[in-house]
């Protein structure tokens, strides 16, 4: 998470210097005091209110029970939490009701809720990392966060449902974010961080259409408000520019040369800020 979010602010513009007092690096963004601490410690320290902001993934908030603001979600290391076991347990895809099981994970919270919902007689057991070992000779079955789930099914276990999903989120205290001039702070951090966001999905596309043909391209290409449309030199044609999302290029430009654009150009934005 660390280095996704690092690498993120930086993309924006935001720098972190990292002296010799390592865990409080000096943000470049003025108003911000900064430490380094681990997801489940930020997410306990912006609940009781010593600090203003930070980020965690939503699964840590949710195990602590934690009263935030979720401000923006940076869609970086998505997750799932997931109940899993050896597959020669499951009946019909499910843990069979009838026996007392033994559950170990790092979510207590979250998964004493689960095996509330789904009805299980079960002890759990608390783990402190590797999660995936404890089957079969310490847990019957674990609930964990993956994101591919190729670590568990090297561990001999199957996913047989998904608890919750997760990503890391940008999270504001709720007392910080009634307050005016904090609530600004944060949201201008905010609005850096969304701003680099949204230029990762998508692609500045430049392009020249002649006289007839520029309604009927500009009906095709899906900008973000209006195309920039400007008269190319000797009145000949028009020079279009959008703010396209990456995906669709493959089936954008066949479409577009086909209807009579040419000289396409595709960029990189680094911010998009509408």
């Not at 995906?247 to 509408?274: C, F, H, N, Y």
Request: proline share 5%; glycine share 8%.
């Amino acid at each position: 998470m660390y280095e996704e979010v690092v690498r993120l602010m930086h993309d924006a513009g935001v720098s972190l210097k990292v002296g010799a007092r390592a865990y409080r690096p000096v943000l470049s963004l003025a108003g911000f005091e900064t430490k380094i601490l681990k997801p489940q410690t930020i997410v306990e320290m912006l609940h009781h209110g010593t600090r203003d902001v930070g980020f965690a993934g939503a699964d840590w908030v949710a195990e602590k029970g934690a009263e935030l603001v979720d401000v923006l979600d940076l869609g970086l290391d998505p997750v799932r939490l997931v109940a899993a076991a050896p597959r020669e347990l499951l009946v019909e895809g499910r843990l069979p009701l009838g026996r007392r099981w033994v559950i170990a994970s790092e979510y207590e919270r979250l998964t004493q809720a689960w095996i509330a919902r789904c009805g299980l007689d079960a002890e759990f057991v608390r783990s402190y990392g590797a999660t995936e070992v404890f089957p079969p000779e310490d847990a019957d079955c674990i609930v964990d966060n993956t994101a591919t789930g190729s670590t568990l099914a090297a561990n001999g276990l199957e996913i047989f449902e998904t608890v919750m999903e997760s990503s890391t989120r940008l999270w504001a205290n709720p007392t910080a974010w009634a307050d005016p001039a904090r609530r600004e702070r944060i949201e201008h951090l905010a609005m850096l961080l969304r701003s680099v966001i949204d230029a990762r999905s998508r692609v500045v596309l430049e392009l020249n259409v002649g006289l007839a043909d520029l309604d009927r391209v500009i009906q095709v290409l899906p900008c973000m408000k209006h195309p920039t449309v400007s008269t190319l030199h000797g009145g000949q044609g028009y020079a279009v520019k959008v703010a396209v999302t990456r995906k669709l290029l493959p089936e954008l430009i066949p479409v577009i040369l086909r209807l009579g654009g040419s000289d396409i150009l595709v960029t990189e934005p680094t911010q998009i800020i509408a």
